[in-house]
């Protein structure tokens, strides 16, 4: 018996935080005015995706202690735009990345709920950390925590956040005009935890939302990162670019999900991906050249390399060969505030392997950094990127995909006309959306509504001793 095809989950994710944008092109819009999001949801909705995504920019980066302007550094408050977007669209997901190093978990659970309640039930939240002591410069607690730390907040963070969500069951409210009763419960949404890095009670004072808790991404590929998710996400985002890659993630993360008691479907992988549509494969194939050569002007890849080689390289042609110096393995990096530092954790190793492709391949600086600054790129007509997306998620290299455009806010739009009905036709793309919520878009169930304390005593016991007391 063959196995039934799965369905594709699509989002789209504005960007503004990362150079794929191409903000110098002509047809670019801006990315503050509401104009851009309006028109970047709408056309998600009308694709009937499943969410639209906001990253989150908390610093302006640096390099070599001044502002690093080669691409889109930040953009407005997050859930001022979600909650703005939440009144000109009906039906699509609504996520948002909140920092949980940064904030306190009564705050975002309650903004959180606010909401859900708003879009009737499209809120997700992209539960992160923050890694540098630069970025955290910015608020009360610095950049303190060692990674095992800031994991351990946020599994905390959310585990409060959880437990303020759930402080209402959802039939507390009855709203009685004749006897004038309004709460069948007069604690209703009261609280208590005692944790390592939360000690808080109280009364929770949003009623429980449409989906219950907003649904719950996660974004890491470290071990940690990977048992986070594994443990309390609902989805995970990816970065892998190759068939292979993909497989190897899926299968991890997903073999990790039983010993928390959970099934393989209860959490999705969706990679985030970029995108260059043609009328023929050979045309798509000539503009995603122009479209990496844009993205990476010379500016741009003396910077990257930099993000290695941790030295001032301005003095370097762009055009030329790759630095016969070696990088600086230093703490203090010259790059603050990019993630992609991390990556390189053993940058000796990386320059060699670098000048070994650039010399077999006879590639110059900026033709190393566009080959190896790829994340998953879709390239060719329509027909060939929909076969490809499908062919993806039916090997279970994901579940499906976070497209990243590189041209806002239009530059989702080709996508949505060209590539959906494929899809659609195949029957592995809805046509009309299941249901009203996030959760139904995503096929996940409503989470469960008994809240435990953070010692597991069910609080209602908990409410019987602060009344006792």
Do not use: C
Request: aromatic share 10%; glycine share 8%; proline share 5%.
């Amino acid at each position: 018996m063959s196995k039934p095809l799965k369905q594709i989950h699509l989002a789209a994710h504005f960007p503004g935080v990362n150079n794929t944008t191409v903000w110098s092109d002509p047809a670019a819009g801006s990315h503050i005015e509401f104009s851009s999001f309006a028109h970047f949801a709408r056309t998600a909705e009308r694709a009937k995706f499943d969410f639209l995504f906001l990253a989150e920019g908390l610093r302006l980066r640096e390099q070599g202690g001044k502002i690093y302007d080669l691409d889109v550094v930040g953009r407005p408050d997050t859930f001022t735009i979600l909650a703005a977007l939440a009144a000109v669209t009906e039906h699509l997901g609504l996520t948002g990345t909140i920092n949980s190093t940064f904030n306190e978990p009564y705050e975002v659970a309650r903004q959180f709920a606010s909401l859900d309640h708003l879009s009737d039930g499209r809120a997700a939240w992209n539960v992160v950390t923050s890694w540098d002591a630069f970025t955290g410069e910015n608020f009360r607690r610095g950049g303190f925590l060692p990674q095992d730390e800031r994991y351990s907040r946020a599994k905390e963070f959310l585990a409060t956040t959880n437990e303020l969500f759930d402080s209402w069951h959802g039939d507390e409210i009855l709203a009685d005009r004749a006897t004038g009763t309004f709460l069948s419960d007069a604690k209703a949404g009261a609280f208590v935890h005692q944790g390592q890095h939360f000690d808080i009670h109280g009364q929770f004072n949003v009623p429980r939302s449409p989906q219950g808790r907003p649904v719950i991404f996660q974004a890491g590929d470290s071990d940690e990162g990977r048992e986070f998710a594994a443990s309390s996400a609902d989805a995970i985002f990816s970065r892998y670019s190759t068939l292979t890659e993909g497989q190897a993630f899926y299968t991890d993360v997903k073999a990790r999900l039983a010993k928390y008691g959970r099934r393989s479907d209860q959490l999705l992988i969706l990679p985030a991906a970029t995108f260059v549509l043609g009328d023929t494969d050979a045309e798509a194939e000539d503009l995603a050249k122009e479209v990496r050569r844009q993205q990476v002007s010379g500016a741009t890849a003396i910077k990257h390399l930099e993000f290695v080689w941790n030295r001032d390289l301005s003095s370097y042609d762009p055009d030329g060969p790759l630095p016969d110096i070696d990088p600086d393995v230093s703490d203090n990096h010259i790059s603050k505030g990019r993630a992609q530092v991390r990556m390189y954790r053993d940058p000796l190793a990386t320059a060699r392997e670098w000048r070994e492709r650039a010399a077999a391949n006879n590639w110059s600086i900026r033709d190393l950094v566009i080959e190896t600054g790829n994340r998953q790129a879709f390239i060719g007509s329509p027909s060939t990127v929909a076969k490809t997306i499908n062919d993806f998620v039916q090997a279970d290299a994901s579940d499906g995909f976070i497209l990243v455009p590189h041209i806002t806010p239009t530059g989702l739009d080709p996508f949505a006309d060209k590539v959906v009905p494929l899809l659609q036709e195949q029957g592995v793309f809805r046509s009309e959306y299941e249901g009203p919520t996030l959760r139904d878009h995503l096929g996940l169930a409503l989470p469960h509504s008994r809240l435990r304390s953070s010692g597991g005593t069910p609080i209602d016991d908990v409410r019987e001793e602060r009344a006792a007391s």
